[in-house]
Structures are given as structure tokens and as C-alpha cells.
């Protein structure tokens, strides 16, 4: 698996976005709501390297208690697959839990991603690979 990206959670998406553009970054696109997460969403992208800032807009948002946690700060790695289904099943058999099933995720063209965590490391996101979506 190849690393897609690293989610940055922000409380003020603008805000942080304005932050990084002023470092380099660039927009990819535009801020995607993602209704089944509560976040709003939004892509950049610098020498090849692409932050994905995740910022709650209501509170019972999934990453809300962890904005709370963490503060802005980075807090997972996705990695894209291109066999969804092994790079899966082989984490889950490597000590990954698994934290729920895959889901579509609009930010990423309704590509499947799924996180899993690991006691030694944290969080990590998969998304499947580009053109592969359901």
C-alpha cells in the first residue's frame, strides 16, 4: 500500500487551511461536508505530499472527542489499496482492530475506506485504490 494522505484534525477549517496555503499548500478541490461523519473535509497538496484537514460541524461528529483530545493536530495516515479486500483481512490478522466497515467517502469520490487501530501506533485509514469504487 501506498500512503494517500495524512488527516490533520482542525477546529477551524478555514483557518487551518489558510495556515498551510501560506506554507506552500495548495488546494485540491473544494470543502466536502461528509453528512455521515459530521466533519467538514478539505484536500492539500505540496512537492507531492497531501493533507487531508478534517474539522467537526456539529457535535456528535466522529472526530469531535478526538478534536478535544488531540487539539489540531495530525492524527491518522491512510494508506490506498489496490486490493481492498487482502490489505484488509491481512491488518486485521497482523493486530489491527478494525473500527467499523467500510464506507463511502465523499471527499475521496465515494471511494470505501475503513480505520483501524493499532496499540503500538495509533490510527490508520485504507481507502481502495482509484477507479475502484462501488
Known sequence: MKIHHIGYLV??????????????????????????????????????????????YCPDSVVSGLLKTYKNA????????DN????????????????GQPQAAPAICGRRVVFFMHPAMGMIEVVEEEGKAV
Open 74 to 81: 495530525p492524527y491518522h495516515i491512510c494508506y490506498e489499496s
Open 84 to 99: 481492498f479486500a487482502a490489505d484488509t483481512a491481512a491488518l486485521e490478522g497482523g493486530g489491527y482492530l478494525r473500527m
Open 11 to 56: 477546529k477551524r477549517l478555514e483557518k487551518a487551511a489558510a495556515a498551510f496555503e501560506a506554507l506552500g499548500y495548495g488546494r485540491e478541490g473544494t470543502t466536502v461536508r461528509d453528512e455521515s461523519r459530521g466533519a467538514d473535509i478539505l484536500f492539500l497538496q505540496k512537492d507531492g505530499y497531501r493533507i487531508e484537514l478534517v474539522s467537526p
